[in-house]
C-alpha cells in the first residue's frame, strides 16, 4: 500500500529572501519544482530556449494568475559559453542568485548499447551531461555560502534498466558530477541532488499512486535550501513511502 501524502500539510519554509534559478523548469518535473518555490516567496527565474516555450508553460500556470515573482529568461544555456553567458545576464537583470535547481534532461530508451546510434549518444548522453556540466561551472561560484546548487536525477543513475543504457550512464555520470561538486566545494557551497523513480505529472496517461509527484520533488527541493545541514547527500525518493521520509527528514512534513 503506497503512503498517502496530503500537499495541504506540507509546511513550505519562508523564502522571500532568495532568488532562485531553475534549469528545466518549464518541463515536467521543473512545473512542481516551480510551484514549490513561488509558494514558499522566492523570486523564481526560469530559462528557456524559446518564447514559445515560455508562453505554453505560462498557460500550464495559468491557475495562479500572473505571479510577480516569476521570471523568464529566454536563450540557451546548453554550452559552456551559452551558460556562462546565461549566468551573466541573469545576474545582470535580476541580481545575485542564491539557489540553483537542475532540472534537466529527458528520457530515453528502447535499445541496447550495442544497437545505439552515434546520433543518440551525442543527444543524450553528450548534450545533456554537457548543459548540466556547463550549468554548474557558470554558477556554483556564483552562489553565497547559505545558497544551494541541486541537481534532480532518475533512479537510473543507481540501478540498470535494459534499453535506457544512454540515460543509464548519462545519470551515472551527473550523480558522480554531484559527489565530485560536494567533495570540491566542501563548506564553501551546498551541493545536493535528488534520485527519483517514475515522477507524477500532468503530462503522464497514466499515473500508479506509489509514484512520487512533481510537487513533492518541488517541496524537497525548497526543504534543502531552506535546511542549512542539508548539503552533500543524495536525496533518494523512488517511491511514496521513501518520499514521505524524505520531505519528514527535512521538517517540512510532519511526522
Known amino acids: 500500500m503506497s503512503e498517502i501524502i496530503d500537499l495541504e500539510k506540507a509546511r513550505h519554509p519562508d523564502l522571500h529572501d532568495r532568488r532562485v534559478v531553475i534549469a528545466g523548469g518549464t518541463g515536467d518535473v521543473g512545473e512542481g519544482i516551480v510551484r514549490a518555490w513561488l509558494k514558499a516567496g522566492a523570486q523564481v527565474i526560469v530559462p528557456s530556449r524559446t518564447e514559445s516555450k515560455v508562453e505554453e508553460f505560462r498557460q500550464v ?13 529566454v536563450g540557451s544555456y546548453a554550452g559552456f559559453d551559452e551558460a556562462q553567458a ?9 541580481g545575485p542568485v542564491t539557489d540553483v535547481v537542475a532540472s534537466i534532461g529527458g ?51 543507481v540501478e540498470p534498466v535494459p534499453g535506457a543504457s544512454i540515460i543509464n550512464m548519462q545519470q ?22 535528488q534520485i527519483l523513480g517514475p515522477v507524477a505529472t500532468r503530462a503522464r496517461r497514466r499515473v500508479d499512486p ?12 525548497v526543504g534543502i535550501a531552506a535546511d542549512p545541514h542539508a548539503a ?3 536525496y533518494v525518493s523512488m517511491d511514496k513511502s521513501q518520499m514521505l521520509k524524505t520531505l519528514q527528514k527535512l521538517g517540512v512534513y510532519p511526522q
Open 61 to 73: 500556470l495559468s491557475d495562479l494568475g500572473q505571479p510577480q515573482a516569476l521570471h523568464f529568461v
Open 86 to 94: 546565461m549566468a551573466e545576464r541573469i545576474t545582470a537583470d535580476h
Open 107 to 157: 528520457w530515453w530508451q528502447g535499445k541496447s548499447l550495442w544497437e545505439v546510434t552515434p546520433e543518440e549518444w551525442q543527444r543524450y548522453f553528450v548534450d545533456m551531461t554537457t548543459a548540466h556540466a556547463a550549468t554548474a561551472r557558470a554558477w556554483i561560484p556564483r552562489l553565497p555560502r547559505t545558497g544551494s546548487y541541486q541537481l534532480i536525477l532518475g533512479g537510473s543513475a
Open 172 to 193: 551515472a555520470a551527473l550523480l558522480m558530477m554531484r559527489r565530485v561538486l560536494s567533495a570540491e566545494a566542501s563548506d564553501r557551497h551546498r551541493v545536493a541532488a
Open 210 to 221: 506509489n509514484w512520487v509527484s512533481n510537487e513533492e520533488v518541488g517541496l524537497v527541493t
Open 232 to 234: 552533500h547527500e543524495d
